[in-house]
């Protein structure tokens, strides 16, 4: 436990000190606006898609359990790198939206499978 919260710490520093660099920059003229605010936001995508990755192996208690986080990660490390993918290259309106657009998909596949589990768990 001690060791996940010190990995998001770090983390955490990482997003913070890349955002302040970005900002510094900018201000000296190396990079425009624009870049800053995509290189932050698809730092934001990588991190969900590794928040997704470690999801499954944070929690492995029992079969259903296990399947719903397996599910659950890969649906949020596929939207997590749809996100960057779309801040990195796409005009910001369609990364903005289209972003948003991912993130909600991989939350919306997780419950629906979650509740998939839990119909099929009340029938049995």
């Known amino acids: 436990m001690a060791t996940d919260i010190r990995?998001?710490?770090i983390l955490t520093g990482g997003i913070i000190s890349l955002a302040l660099a970005g900002n510094v920059a900018r201000s000296?003229?190396?990079?425009?606006?624009?870049?800053?605010?995509?290189?932050i936001?698809?730092?934001?995508?990588?991190?969900?898609?590794?928040?997704?990755?470690?999801?499954p192996k944070i929690f492995a208690p029992?079969?259903?359990t296990r399947q719903a986080n397996r599910v659950a990660g890969r649906s949020m490390v596929l939207s997590g790198i749809?996100?960057?993918?779309?801040?990195a290259f796409?005009?910001?309106?369609?990364?903005?939206?289209?972003?948003?657009?991912?993130i909600i998909a991989g939350v919306a596949v997780t419950y629906g499978y979650c509740l998939s589990l839990r119909?099929?768990?009340a029938t049995e």
């Open 41 to 55: 936001l698809g730092a934001n995508g990588m991190v969900i898609a590794w928040y997704g990755n470690r999801l």
């Open 82 to 87: 749809v996100y960057t993918g779309l801040w």
């Open 62 to 64: 029992r079969g259903d």
């Open 90 to 102: 796409a005009p910001v309106s369609v990364a903005f939206v289209g972003g948003c657009a991912a």
């Open 119 to 121: 119909r099929n768990a």
């Open 7 to 9: 990995q998001s710490l």
């Open 28 to 39: 000296y003229g190396y990079i425009d606006g624009d870049t800053v605010t995509r290189v």
